[in-house]
Every structure is written in C-alpha cells, then in structure tokens.
C-alpha cells in the first residue's frame, strides 16, 4: 500500500528549460541587435552571437528569443529563495502538490487555507519549477510565474469554488498544498426569512451540505404512525420536508419520543430529542410521565421504555421484559395475555412488565388497561432522534450516552440528516452529502452551529423543498413514518 501511495504522487521533471520570459516576471524586448529582459528590479542583456553582456560568462545556456533558459537565470542570482522538487497526485477530491523542501527543517508554519469562486492565486515561498509541468484538471486553467520571491500559482475555473489547503510535514521537510476545484454553492429565496442553500463545510475535507435555513417559520412534525410515505407526501403544502425520527422496519412503528400539538403520539426510548413551542428549539433527554390506569380507575406511575421501574410500560418493538418478571401485552387499552418475561412485542400492541405475580392492580386477560404520559416541563411538540451532534457551540457526538446499543450505522459512511440552529436563531434542515455523523458534527461547527441533532439518516436522509428532492439520492426515495414539515410564517 505505501508503494502503491508513492507511486501516486508522481516527480515532475522539466525537459524543456527554456520558458517564456513572463513565466519568471520580465518582459522581452529587442534592441540594437540585443535581446533585452526586464522586470522585478533587475535587467538582463542577451547578445546573439556574443553571450549574456550583465555579466559576461560563455558558460550560461543561451537564451531563445523570448524563451529564457532557468537555468542561466539561476546562476546569474534571480531567484532569492531555495529550489523545491514537485510531485503530484490525488488525494480525493484534491489535487495533491507536494513539495520536497531542501536543506534543514524550515520553521514551523501554520496551516493556512482559503477559497474563491472561479479564481484563485497563491505565492509559494519556494522555486518550484515542476510546478509547471503538473497535468492541471480538465477545464481549469493555471498560469506558474517562478518568480525570485516564490513560485505565484494563479488558477482560474469559471463556475466552480477553488479551495486550497497548504501545510507543512516533517521527516523529511515537505510543504503540501491540497487543491479542490469543486460545484458552486447555491442559494435560492423561498419564502421572507426562508432560503435553500447548497453549501461547503470543511474538516478539512470538503462535504456538501444541503439545508433549507430559516429565520423565521412554522415547524410541525408530520406522518402517522404504523404508515410509510415519502416525506413530501407527509405535507404536500410545505416549503421544506425533512425526514424525521427512527422507526421499525418491519412494523412502522415510530421509535422514540413523538408529540404532536400536545398529544403524545409515540413514547421516548431514551434518546435525545427536539423539542419546541412556536420558533424556540430545545435539544434534552426529555423528561417524561407515565401513568397506567387500572380496570377499577386506579392510577399507577410506570417507567417507560428504557426508562425501567418497578412497573414499567413498553411501546418499542423487540423483546420485553426480564427473567422473573410477567408481561401483560395490551391492545389498544385491552390486556390480551399475561405471559412469563422476557416476550417479544407484537405489532400493534404494548406491554406492562412488573414482578412475577405482583402486578400494580389486579389483572387478567380481557380487562381494561390504558397507559398516559406527559412531558415535563411541556412541549407542543417533540421529535426524538438522536444522537446529539452539537451542543452550545461544542462537538457532543457521543453515541453511548444515548440508548444506541448497536453503533455499527453510526459509524458507516452514508447521507446524513439534521436539524441545526444557530446562536442568533435561525434552524437548518439539511442533509448531508455521505459522511459519518461525527464528520458532519465538527462540520456544522465550522458553518456556525450553536445545536445539532442528527435525524435518522442513510436512505431515510431526504430534504424536500416544494415538492422536489434536493438531496443527491442513490435509487428511490426510501417512504418514512415522520418528518418535520417547515411553512411560511
């Protein structure tokens, strides 16, 4: 592999070494049977026939006209700082110059980085004559002036954002300068205070992000349980449409925490979760009550989900409860059997787990059971996904501080949703190009983000804006059970 990453970067050697005059700055000109070179503060006298005249020395290589040998210009003292080999490569989406400096280590420099739309001019501290013999990308076009303060790099890329990132490396002494000719960013009004962007972020690779960015709004998260559609369908008169939470596969029943207009459509699973009233977004663990009510009327506190107690309530699909305990599995508010633990959850139903025959009430099949929650403090409405990205303007990926017990898709390359915000405000819905959630976090830090929740993500991932997928998507749209639907104010 190491051979195989060397012989990628290739050494650019220079066959031809005579260059036009104003690839090193002067200017040409003939004069009384002389040929006359000018420019940064110096002149040079050529006399065909004769030799160099400034000064006389048979030995320099002659010059061609307006063609200058490099070589003579380095004897006669141009250039004024040391000479760098070039090797090229990929690395990416970069194109990768490395320069393989001379001599002892130079002092140390910091990283330095930067872009523009469609042109770009960089000075390298060092003559870097294979810098002109590098295989620029299709369709970009690059002047190389070796100049005696440097080597000045000017590209020029109509309709694309140039990006650049040099840095130095140690043993031996390189200088690497990474360079990104990549698709123009975007930005489109939708509404007052309502904007779709396509956008760059960078740590330091670049990744695409795709956001709808509002500074105001109305946010209601969207979709009905046990039902499967594409979010644009789940609310066909919305600006913008982003994929909400998890849910199971096989069943479409939301998994986690989902409040609709106050009314609790489905309970937490221990994750984080969104929550807000009007245009003011929380980010917490919500903090939730949960109630059971007997046959007789009677009302018992109960945990819920992950959240265990002594009696406690569950509504996520998989298996529930422990050795020594009984499940009593409900449908709709009707307890359908009273089974030895542990159980697996049919569709459709859920289930009151407490100690082997100490049920909290009475109980047995057929009769009624009915389970309430409430958050608190309360919210009109809440989304539960997770895990948390960014938290008050620092990176809080942490996957094992959320009921995530297999982390293997947080850890796989795919697209990836979110809901942003930044300290003045405004919300971002927006999905990214493939990357891992932990690279998206210390992305939106670099755009400004104050908090940032991951959404589900991989082919759930979809932002809709009016009626059209913006997202770049592999195959179909994948249909979910909920999404957040933004309208105009």
Same mark, same amino acid.
């Given at each position: 592999? $190491? !051979? /195989?990453?060397?012989?990628?970067? +290739?050494?650019? &050697?220079?066959?031809?070494? *005579? =260059?036009?005059?104003?690839? %090193? ?119 190389? $002036? !070796? /100049?005696?303060?440097?080597?000045? +790099?000017?590209? &020029?890329?109509?309709?694309? *954002? =140039?990006?650049?990132?040099? %840095? ?322």
């Amino acid at each position: 592999m $190491r !051979l /195989l990453a060397f012989l990628l970067f +290739l050494p650019c &050697s220079l066959a031809q070494t *005579l =260059l036009p005059a104003s690839t %090193f700055g002067l200017s040409f000109r003939e004069e009384a049977s002389a040929w006359i070179y000018e420019g940064e503060g110096v002149r040079f006298v050529y006399v065909p026939g004769v030799g160099w005249a400034e000064p006389l020395d048979p030995t320099l290589p002659p010059p061609d006209g307006e063609r200058i040998p490099l070589e003579a210009l380095k004897a006669l003292g141009y250039f004024r700082t040391p000479e760098a080999g070039v090797r090229h490569g990929t690395q990416g989406r970069a194109l990768r110059l490395v320069l393989d400096l001379p001599g002892p280590e130079p002092a140390p420099k910091p990283p330095s980085e930067g872009q523009a739309p469609g042109s770009l001019s960089l000075l390298l501290p060092y003559l870097a004559p294979g810098m002109t013999q590098v295989p620029w990308p299709k369709g970009m076009e690059a002047r190389v $002036r !070796l /100049l005696p303060g440097g080597t000045e +790099l000017s590209l &020029s890329f109509p309709g694309k *954002l =140039l990006r650049y990132r040099l %840095f130095p490396l140690k043993d031996p002494a390189r200088l690497v300068l990474d360079l990104y000719a990549l698709e123009a960013e975007v930005e489109e009004p939708l509404a007052p205070g309502i904007r779709y962007r396509e956008t760059w972020a960078f740590t330091p690779e670049p990744l695409r992000l795709y956001l709808v960015e509002a500074e105001k709004g109305r946010l209601v998260p969207v979709g009905k349980p046990g039902v499967r559609a594409l979010p644009k369908d789940l609310a066909p008169h919305a600006l913008a449409v982003l994929n909400g939470g998890y849910f199971d596969p096989k069943t479409a029943t939301p998994i986690g925490l989902w409040v609709q207009d106050g009314v609790t459509v489905s309970y937490p699973s221990g994750r984080m979760a969104l929550l807000w009233d009007g245009f003011s977004f929380f980010l917490g663990v919500p903090r939730f009550e949960a109630m059971i009510q007997g046959p007789s009327g009677e009302r018992v506190r109960v945990g819920i989900n992950t959240s265990r107690a002594r009696y406690t309530a569950h509504t996520v699909p998989g298996p529930v409860g422990k050795p020594g305990e009984e499940v009593a599995l409900v449908m709709g508010s009707r307890v359908q059997a009273i089974l030895p633990a542990p159980q697996e959850l049919p569709p459709g139903t859920w289930a009151l787990t407490f100690p082997k025959g100490a049920p909290p009430f009475p109980l047995k099949p057929g009769d009624t059971l009915s389970l309430y929650g409430r958050l608190d403090p309360p919210f009109r409405y809440a989304l539960e996904a997770g895990p948390l990205l960014v938290q008050e303007g620092q990176y809080a990926f942490d996957p094992s501080r959320e009921n995530f017990r297999d982390l293997r898709p947080l850890q796989a390359i795919t697209p990836q949703a979110a809901v942003a915000w930044t300290r003045e405000g405004k919300l971002w819905l927006l999905v990214s190009e493939p990357t891992t959630p932990g690279v998206l976090a210390r992305a939106l830090l670099t755009l400004g983000a104050w908090n940032a929740l991951r959404m589900d993500g991989g082919g759930s991932a979809q932002l809709w804006v009016k009626g059209r997928l913006r997202n770049p998507y592999q195959g179909s749209p994948r249909p979910v059970v909920s999404a957040l639907a933004l309208y105009a104010p």
